[in-house]
């Protein structure tokens, strides 16, 4: 399988705090996504990395690429209850234009 | 901009039955994506069109399974006949070029009892 996986599986914290979340994948990639779900709503896009970029930044958002470990992370911070939600790390390998998606974190966020 | 527009939003139906899962990807977009989303294998690809044309669809789980294009902006996912294990959330995604940003529907949350 090409999905990633993310690590951890859940996590809760403080409104305030810091959240991170990690990913790992199989294949070597063109870039590694980063998308946001809401419970029963789709996939919202967050931010994009590309293989050859160490780290971005999106507002709250922080996201680390290591090509040579496969691993991406994403750094959210000043944690607010709205970023409670299910965190997908997609990659596309540099095979073709598909996407294939981690198993995701929840996060959870207590106000 | 009314994004990707999927229908039905929940379809509950019999085993046996067909299923057809309804797909408007947004203007101009050249790309279409299928996914399957379901606890235990998290967000499975099963089909991706670009311009209208399959260019993968390895992950369409089994010939009970099939998708179309007719035209840009209307694609379907047919299951014929349907099954238990078939239950799950039905997401359909589009984008525009080289894809590197997916837009999402809201899913068909499908039921086969």
């Known amino acids: 399988s090409q999905q990633g996986e993310e690590d951890p599986q859940a996590l809760s914290i403080q409104e305030g705090e810091n959240a991170t979340m990690n990913c790992s994948y199989k294949t070597s990639i063109n870039n590694l996504q980063w998308y946001r779900q809401n419970s029963g709503r789709g996939l919202v896009h967050l931010i994009l990395?590309?293989?050859?970029?160490r780290e971005k930044h999106s507002g709250r958002l922080r996201v680390t690429l290591d090509t040579s470990k496969k691993s991406s992370s994403l750094l959210i911070t000043a944690s607010r209850a709205a970023d409670t939600a299910s965190y997908f790390c997609a990659t596309e390998p540099n095979t073709g234009n598909q996407f294939y998606f981690g198993t995701g974190t929840s996060l959870t966020v207590i106000p | 901009d009314a994004g990707v527009i999927q229908s039905p939003r929940h379809e509950v139906t019999e085993m046996g039955q067909e299923v057809t899962l309804r797909c408007k990807p947004i203007s101009g977009h050249n790309s279409l994506f299928w996914y399957r989303q379901t606890m235990m294998r998290g967000l499975e690809l099963l089909i991706y069109f670009n311009n209208n044309v399959p260019i993968d669809d390895s992950g369409m789980p089994e010939d009970r399974f099939s998708a179309k294009m007719p035209n840009a902006s209307f694609s379907t996912l047919k299951i014929q006949p349907s099954e238990p294990r078939d239950s799950a959330v039905y997401f359909c995604a589009s984008s525009f070029g080289r894809p590197e940003k997916l837009f999402f529907g809201s899913g068909t949350q499908l039921s086969v009892l």
């Open positions: 990395i590309r293989s050859n970029e």
